[in-house]
């Protein structure tokens, strides 16, 4: 190896290193029975979320590239496998909470025996194809760390006692920025990854688009414009509602976002990973948990609508990625509190656009599609993204339990349109 | 009223005829207990569609627009109608196979109390939003005159005798001409409705879009192309499938198209209007009643992909409506037999494509959403597409069975993925 | 033939044209559209009974037993099956909404045809076996005559528009007559069919049986009585209720019998073969359209139960079979205004036992089960009783739609617990 | 407190210690993730049975009867309540597997706390209601143990994995003894519980039955048996099954009994809580884990019956309460090996009846009602039993996994005719 390969090497055996740790570090509040706990078709047991992480790794790297690998387990392979129909059969993922055995105890002896080989490999020079896999891993382990604090989140709450993921109380939030309209010029734009970091690959190719001329808001409706809503009598007009949105709200009689809850007096309180909180002290807050039905019906009320994706990365390609994700530690989107242009005096420009990345995902209002002359890795990673590309919706910029490193301007996240469980919120559009 | 405007209402006034006729020509072969079959959730019976349709001119029209106009029955306002929550309460959907009454013999003596008091309407003179409403009407009615002939055969499918709507036999098709490909420029190209024809909302409003060159297929996909598919295993393959493709087939156990059974011998028959008939009479025409998944499924495998709904509508600007439509009275989509420029030597281009109106509706890779800068109209006229843009996929080109006066370049269709009751084919799309 | 033997056939031939005569005659007041509407799992379509009693004598005695019987249609014979798997394949129930074809003048035909031919086996002699299925062969027609007229009843109230089966109207009724406690002795009793009439297999063997002492009221419950126990809050007291009955009321969201309706100024109608009606018009007329939960929590609420199969055929077996009956023409269950006990001023005795046939099928708290020794009939027509012995309640004693050489004392009748659209009422035990 | 009352008090507090430590015993070879699982809608987590339990104590005795006591958690009244409406609001059954929290470890407290708690009023005196609740608790304790190893089985079976709960192998079996018929004579007999022992409110009251002369099998039917009866079509020939049942069959996909599982190479192996097995290796054992329906079928294909429950509780009364049962240890029924008349040369008997207690369940076809004269115990310990008084079948004699001290001849069980999770196996009755 020449020294810069091995410069590559120790960066990618780092980011193992933390990618692997920050998972480990979002279950030290758990129990081993609380890691067994599927709580919606949606979820998985956060032990699932640790174990097929590491078979990504031992799947996809180690018996492909380590000579000599002894699988740990000779029954993972099918075991651990989500939905590579490629790879092998696979357990019905509604099975999941039924994975008793292998213990916690197992599944974190696996995870070592994992990570000593892979730091074998490390140590013996990797080829280029392993490293692009590994990259593709950490960022697969990266997903699932934020799927395991959506799961347990769902978990505790769905338990009758709702216990606090973490004791500690989350601050009362002040009041929101006022929300301005920031403009951006039509035109052809390019979208789509750019660059030589990591993107998946729903990212590429990058692509010219045709835009109009677009306002988007400077920050995501807050709770307490969303409870205006429902006190406008927004979950009871059908008009404001997309016919498949109006029936889904029927269905599951949903009448607030998930996780709200009114007491006998008419409070509302709203659960969170730090427990229940008074709504009042969030009113501030991006609201979150919102399925994309709820999304457009606010803002048909509002007279507005939700930006395309291509709109959201137009503006959010010129901002640095920051903004309040997992390394915060907070758990819960907080409320804006930044309105620059108001502090300079000037008009609201591509600067004052607040909270893109982090707090909370944004509903778009693209589906997700392929772009144009799309073409998914090939072998079984192509299963990773292109077949999911129909009835999802495109999300955009990450949440607050997104892990920084994972996030870009160019990421698609993307599900079905009735979606709650996830930190998923939205900003509005104009024009 | 100047002599212009008796002539457009003249016009209005003849084409007010003709579609009504249409609807009722559809019912000649029809006892009044066949206009009772509701088959499937998609379907309605033939009776209601003539109730419907007939409640459309009354209520938007004649209650607004002709004074003193008696209402036909007090509660056929919302006994009729189908989703617009602006105008009253409506029965569900799957109820309309119980209204035995009012009789087939009530709903024609109800079209002539509407047709006549229309014409009263004609006569006085019709202001122009009753005009616009009147030629939107007659676009309505001619979408359930479509609805009304698809509805039908699968009535008659679900019905274990399977009976023919037509006696007459269909007569057995050649193969189909070569497919080509024809190849499109790149650009910026306007999309969308233009001119002064009748459009609906949703072809609104014209826009701009990117495009890269593109190859269109200058036919659709045969019934013969798509039998090798499943020879070839392709109901059995996950890898050529749309994850919630995969999920539906083997929840569906479909292995073939609708209407396509296979007897003991091994031996493919096609259900038609025209009875049961050998596939391999059929071989060189479309492929139809195949869901999206179906179509996407196929383009995989033959390496291509479907186009999307610009790309579509790019190349059919280009040519003339014409094609196998509902006033052939063929009822079956026919094989292409014309292959000019192999006939003249040269290469193929726009001129070459075939098909592109009627025989089968084409799935895109287009899902169903607002251009941009769409609005609905006002009121509940609204209702008619805009809250059905999430999770259908746009279709274009119209089928056999569609009315040669509803169709046009712009005209999009929509429907769920997974919808086969429809005379749907699909085209492929290359590059 | 012996004079004899001339004279049973020709009763036999008498019942059978009258038998014949009363499906048809309750067919009068329907159209065609109305004979085919199935409005819920549980029914058929009207037309659909009238071709499957016709297809009953065609399958089980005219082709075995008329030499050179030609069939009216080669499909008729699993066409028209309904679960004899002896026989043949046979549609699924819910298709029966799709046979448009054989239309109804089809049918008509059809059971013409199938009648003269039955009228050419009666004038040749027909052996005992084919005068043994003829029977039966009535008295399944008689079960689908009370069928149809139940069904009906449903489609009406489904369609939306409420129409009326009869134009003239119910009368009024009085008030009931009061309850009384009818006391019989214990010890052991003989139950199940005797002497020579007709019976089903599943009345049969006649066998001894262990009784305690009990009672019986002289009427069924009445809607007054029914009315008290929901203001009582019948529907929300969970200790009243079996527990699969309270998960029943909640999943459907029962808060009255069926066919009663609560308008907006809170008074009770109820729907009924001549239109809707008031309730108080009602009042003393037997509870209908009730589920076996709803009985048994009206008789815990009441501190009384249902009785057994065994002591209602105890009292039936004392009575003539004399009750407000199909041939009524009423349609409708009555008030019982006799009170025969209190008129002449001794004890309640057997002989006051009231509406015992007719008016209301009485749920029993007998689950039905085959008596000891029970064998079905050989053959397929073994199927028409036994294979049904599970999760039902035996019913006794017929209601206002059952004809009156129908039922008799021993008949068994049984539904699911949850059945509702039966003419189903109770009448309380005591002890 | 005279002598003989503390001596009963010492004989519960032994009881008691006996019961809950049985409990805790089954749950040794289980983690704490294996206690969360619960794989079918009738299970429950094993951490859950051990808390329910012990609420049974707390809520029905020391709540009432300790003077100031205090209640482990405020929430545990509702949180732990299975179904017991009188009491509280309880959370839906499926939610169990979410009750992470309380976690094992606190669950274990709470049974050190409330068993400290009966100590102290076991030390007090108890009063008689308070000593009849404990009898009924230690019996709901009982029946929970059994559930608690019903449940892992199929947690097990449901982890692809399928691990054994038990290391031990479990020997092979020999053939079972031949069967032979055993005769009863008829008459008036008594039914229903007798004696100072304890019994369930539904063995009572004690009343007479009228029964002709009847056999029974001298053994249930075996494994090599049932699969005889599937080799023969069995699964495939709709006559021999109640319709409920054929419809059963096909939409389950049921071709063998629970846990039987076919290899590529034909051969049966069945899933034990030791593990997986050859079927070779148990021909000669009861078959177990078959529904109703697979028990009814089986009897008409051996042109036999199932017993009655009455016929059974004829036999069981007069056999000692002995068997294969849970403190055998072995997990899993045994063959028969003993056939005592043939040794003795002469007629079997009575004697000779084997296995009426312990090794499987034994399906009767007695549908599960109230006796006559029955009435539930009052206050909330009346939902125990009477509110499942339908559509359900009763089980008679006890299975391997029931503890001795809690069956006896009229001991009456219960479960819906399509259950299978149960160690349910049948007898054969004939005339």
């Known amino acids: 190896m020449t020294p810069k390969q091995i410069s590559i090497q120790t960066t990618l055996s780092q980011q193992f290193c933390n990618v692997r740790q920050q998972s480990l570090e979002l279950c030290a509040p758990l129990t081993a029975e609380d890691m067994m706990v599927q709580s919606c078709p949606e979820a998985s047991p ?5 174990a097929h992480t590491t078979w990504f790794f031992e799947t996809f790297i180690l018996r492909e590239f380590l000579p000599g690998y002894q699988e740990y387990h000779p029954d993972f392979l099918w075991l651990l496998n989500s939905y590579y129909n490629s790879i092998s059969d696979h357990p019905e993922k509604k099975l999941r909470a ?10 974190l002896d ?14 013996s020079g990797m080829p280029a194809e392993a490293q692009e896999r590994l990259v593709l891993g950490l960022h697969h382990e990266q997903q699932h760390a934020e799927l395991l604090a959506t799961d ?22 002040g009041p929101a920025a006022a929300m301005q309209w920031v403009e951006y010029p039509g035109g052809v734009h390019e979208i789509g990854h750019t660059g030589d970091g990591f993107a998946f690959d729903n990212e590429s190719p990058r692509h010219k688009q045709y835009f109009e001329p677009f306002q988007l808001a400077s920050r995501p409706v807050t709770c307490a414009e969303f409870l205006d809503f429902m ?27 998930l996780y709200w809850h009114r007491d006998q007096s008419g409070e509302w309180s709203v659960f969170t990973l730090h427990g229940e909180m008074p709504l009042s002290d969030l009113a501030g807050t991006p609201v979150c948990h919102v399925s994309y039905f709820e999304a457009d019906a606010f803002a048909n009320w509002a007279g507005k609508r939700l930006p395309t994706e291509g709109e959201w990365e137009i503006a959010a390609s010129r901002l640095q990625v920051e903004g309040n994700l997992l390394e915060s530690g907070r758990l819960h989107p907080s409320a804006c509190e930044i309105s620059s242009t108001i502090a300079s005096g000037g008009k609201p420009n591509a600067a ?13 209002r693209s589906p997700y599609v392929g772009y144009p002359g799309y073409r998914p890795l090939s072998g079984a990673l192509g299963e990773y993204n292109g077949k999911f590309m129909s009835n999802q919706m495109v999300l ?14 160019s990421y698609r996240n993307f599900f079905p349109a009735s979606t709650r469980w996830q930190f998923s919120g939205f900003r509005l559009a104009n024009r």
Chains 1, 2, 3, 4 share one sequence.
């Not at 993921?165 to 939030?173: F, G, V």
């Open 98 to 107: 039924s994975f008793s055995r292998p213990g916690l105890e197992a599944i």
């Open 352 to 364: 004052t656009m607040n909270q893109m990345f982090g707090d909370v995902w944004e509903w778009t």
């Open 110 to 123: 696996y995870r070592r025996h994992v990570e000593a080989s892979m730091e074998r490999l490390f140590e």
């Open 396 to 409: 955009r910029g990450g949440s607050i339990v997104t892990p920084a490193s994972h996030i870009r301007a």
């Open 231 to 257: 006190n406008c009598g927004g979950y009871e007009r059908p008009e404001l509602w997309l016919s498949e949105g109006w029936d889904t709200i029927q269905a599951q009689n949903w009448r607030a976002p």
């Open 46 to 50: 956060a032990k699932w979320h640790l």
């Open 152 to 173: 347990i989140k769902h978990a505790f709450w769905t338990n009758p006692l709702h216990p606090a993921y973490l004791d500690s109380r989350l601050p009362a939030s």
